[in-house]
């Protein structure tokens, strides 16, 4: 069965330091996601993205977050600074359409000390 | 804001009984209701779904209905078994307002022998 896979599972990573998170979506999938979960609350969303630009975002996503599909495969967030609250499980996800179910990879454990 | 609430945090229930999980939403423009099944350290996994033009929709041991005027949705698991306990999530989309989806809080089930 496809599957969405992200690395690292874990990244643990200095406050103010820069970090990828990397995420392979299922390949006919063209409408991808990223989500986070702070330990014990909700999972939220972070951003969408089709046709190679982010077509919505929250207001988590700021400055700071960029996403990028550099090459047709990988699906990338990107956390320019970080900071002790962006330690969260990062859950990238991708559907073939908008509005259908999604495919969640098993998340990056992100933690900033 | 929280458009789709889950109230209870958590639910424990015997082997072999009905587990019923509920879910509340406010805005009226979501179509498309889906619960996802979350173990520890993995990412969410798709259980079932039901579009707004349905009322129930059933998969094996697994049926969700739908009360649109109450905007209300809910998860039946019958009979229950000890490999459900884990957390379960709903969640809904608008397919007008791009189709992300809006996850609940979240409710931990524990089937217990």
């Known amino acids: 069965e496809p599957e969405v896979t992200q690395t690292p599972s874990h990244q643990v990573t200095q406050m103010g330091q820069e970090v990828i998170l990397r995420c392979v979506p299922i390949?006919?999938?063209?409408?991808f996601y990223w989500y986070r979960q702070i330990l014990g609350q909700k999972v939220e969303f972070l951003v969408s993205f089709y046709n190679n630009e982010i077509s919505e975002k929250s207001e988590i996503f700021d400055d700071q977050f960029s996403v990028e599909r550099p090459d047709g495969s990988n699906f990338t967030l990107k956390i320019r600074s970080t900071k002790l609250e962006d330690s969260a499980m990062y859950f990238c996800?991708?559907?073939?359409?908008?509005?259908?179910?999604?495919?969640f990879g098993s998340g990056t454990r992100l933690t900033v000390v | 804001d929280q458009q789709v609430k889950q109230n209870s945090p958590s639910l424990s229930v015997q082997e072999g009984r009905i587990s019923i999980l509920n879910c509340d939403y406010t805005?009226?423009?979501?179509?498309?209701f889906l619960w996802y099944k979350k173990y520890p350290a993995e990412g969410p996994t798709f259980l079932i779904s039901i579009s707004s033009i349905k009322d129930k929709n059933e998969d094996g041991r697994f049926t969700v209905f739908l009360n649109k005027s109450a905007k209300h949705l809910s998860l039946h698991i019958v009979p229950s078994q000890p490999g459900d306990s884990a957390v379960y999530f709903c969640?809904?989309?608008?397919?007008?307002?791009?189709?992300?989806?809006?996850f609940g809080q979240g409710t931990e089930l524990s089937v217990k022998p």
């Open positions: 805005n009226s423009m979501f179509d498309y």
């Open positions: 969640a809904a989309s608008a397919t007008n307002q791009g189709g992300k989806l809006i």
């Open positions: 390949s006919n999938h063209l409408y």
């Open positions: 996800a991708s559907s073939a359409e908008t509005g259908s179910f999604y495919t």
